[in-house]
Nanobody, 115 residues
């Protein structure tokens, strides 16, 4: 099973940017679709974005479309999420995962958007 470690979260003001990273433990990472999901305080897991194994196809939730960009570096076994124009409602624990429902996710990285 692929082990995932997220990083890059933090406290940012509304309108700011953050870049999340997810390091995968195995080379099999490069052959599977990958996902970012998030969990806001008191709420369930929410799918944020997906990327195909090649990186050629990307998908976004309507709530982040046009603001977030998912990408991957297959040589480095790393997944990224560039988050721009952040809003307070983006505050959540962000996970990378091997399925859309969050299975196989790592420990998460906290993103807090607040002035």
């Amino acid at each position: 099973q692929v082990q995932l470690v997220e990083s890059g979260g933090g406290l940012v003001q509304p309108g700011g940017s953050l870049r999340l990273s997810c390091a995968a433990s195995e080379f099999t990472f490069r052959y599977i679709s990958m996902y970012w999901v998030r969990q806001a305080p008191g709420k369930g897991l929410e799918w944020v974005s997906s990327i195909s194994p090649s990186g050629g196809n990307t998908y976004y939730a309507d709530s982040v479309k046009g603001r977030f960009t998912i990408s991957r570096d297959r040589a480095k076994n790393t997944l990224y999420l560039q988050m721009n124009s952040l809003k307070p409602e983006d505050t959540a624990l962000y996970y990378c995962a091997t399925t859309m429902n969050g299975a196989g996710r790592g420990q998460g990285t906290q993103v807090t958007v607040s002035s």
